[in-house]
């Protein structure tokens, strides 16, 4: 079943034009742009928004069809700068380091499930490039050992729904 939602996950990542980065377990770790030569932080941001929230919806059509209401997801989105790099000698992998990528985890691990939550930093951004698409609710504050301060999240909605 994992399996089969990660496939339709990756089409829906390839429609919305967004980076897979891997899977780990039943975490799904993907990044808003797939060129550096043609970056817009703002659509980047739009993209993964409407991503989280066209994952969601392919949760829920999947958990009616197998009839187990415990299948659900916490999404989190952040922007922000990130380090790449491979790890490992006998067996390399790609992955992503930095604050940044901390807040964007803690900003999943601290959601709700079947919503997608986004750090203050995505809300700004949103708010700046999109205003009129989304509506914020104020729902968390994480802690990472990276900051002295407390990073505020926000459930995300559509401003005005399908």
Not at 33 to 62: C, S, Y
Not at 98 to 107: F, H, R, T
Request: with cysteine; glycine share 10%.
């Amino acid at each position: 079943m994992l399996s089969n939602l990660f496939v339709e996950f990756d089409k829906q990542c390839y429609n919305h034009g967004l980076y897979k980065l891997y899977t780990i377990g039943d975490c799904y770790v993907c990044m808003g742009f797939n060129d550096a030569r043609q970056r817009n932080p703002g659509r980047e941001a739009m993209n993964t928004v409407q991503f989280g929230f066209k994952l969601i919806e392919i949760i829920k059509k999947v958990r009616k069809i197998i009839k187990f209401e415990g299948l659900d997801m916490r999404i989190g989105i952040h922007t922000g700068k990130l380090i790449g790099g491979i790890i490992g000698t006998d067996i390399v992998r790609y992955d992503v380091y930095g604050p940044d990528v901390v807040i964007a985890n803690k900003m999943e691990s601290n959601g709700k499930e079947g919503e997608v939550q986004v750090s203050a930093t995505t809300k700004e951004l949103l708010e700046k490039y999109c205003p009129w698409m989304y509506r914020f609710e104020k729902f968390s504050e994480v802690e990472t050992k990276f900051f002295e301060h407390k990073v505020p999240g926000y459930l995300i909605k559509k401003a005005i729904e399908d």
